[in-house]
Structure formats: C-alpha cells, structure tokens
C-alpha cells in the first residue's frame, strides 16, 4: 500500500534552516508529482511546494525564496529544504501525493517549530 513517511521537522530559531524529506513506497515514485502542505493551529492546511515528475516545482509565495522542494527517484525521497524561517511558518508539515481522481495520499505529518 502507500506510505509517505516525514522526517525532518523540530524546534529552530528565526532566521534558521531545516531540511524535511519524505519516503514513499507502495507505487512508482518516478511517475507522480509530489506536494508539501503545511497545516498552522486555527488554520487550514495550504500548498507549500509541489515537484512534477519531471522535476518542475511550484512554490507559494509566502515562502518563494526561502524554500528549495527536491527530489530523488532512486531513492523515492521528496526533500524540502527551509532557509530563513519565521515564526508563521509554524506548522505541521504533510507529504501529499495524487495518484489519480479519490486517490490521495498523505504522510502522517512532522512538526516544525520556528521559536526563540
């Protein structure tokens, strides 16, 4: 079956990095696009970056510049690297891919805690 497990996430300063990545299994990773959705308290979840299968990203714009989403087929692993993070981009971040129409999957989430 799908999985989408999320690795990555923690507590950081303002202005500090992480790198989240996400391994998939269960289908053929090379042939889907694959997506990064953040979800803040009191918030709906929201598009972060998305990665075609031929490698074309798409980012929003609260965090264009700041964000880099990647990937590698030979390791069915989507990454997400934040650089300068703020304290709004607090929020539990989900890998999320569509294999077609009432088939969508998502990891179980990691938490990412911009603080001082």
């Known amino acids: 079956q799908v999985q989408l497990v999320e690795s990555g996430g923690g507590l950081v300063q303002p202005g500090g990095s992480l790198r989240l990545s996400c391994v998939a299994s269960g289908f053929t990773f090379s042939g889907y696009a694959l997506s990064w959705y953040r979800q803040a308290p009191g918030k709906q979840r929201e598009l972060v970056a998305g990665i075609t299968a031929s490698g074309i990203s798409n980012y929003a714009e609260s965090v264009k510049g700041r964000f880099t989403v990647s990937r590698d087929n030979t390791k069915n692993t989507v990454n997400l690297e934040m650089n300068s993070l703020k304290p709004e981009d607090t929020a539990v971040y989900y890998c999320?891919?569509?294999?077609?129409?009432?088939?969508?999957?998502w990891g179980q989430g990691t938490q990412v805690t911009v603080s001082s």
């Open positions: 999320y891919v569509r294999r077609g129409v009432g088939n969508d999957y």
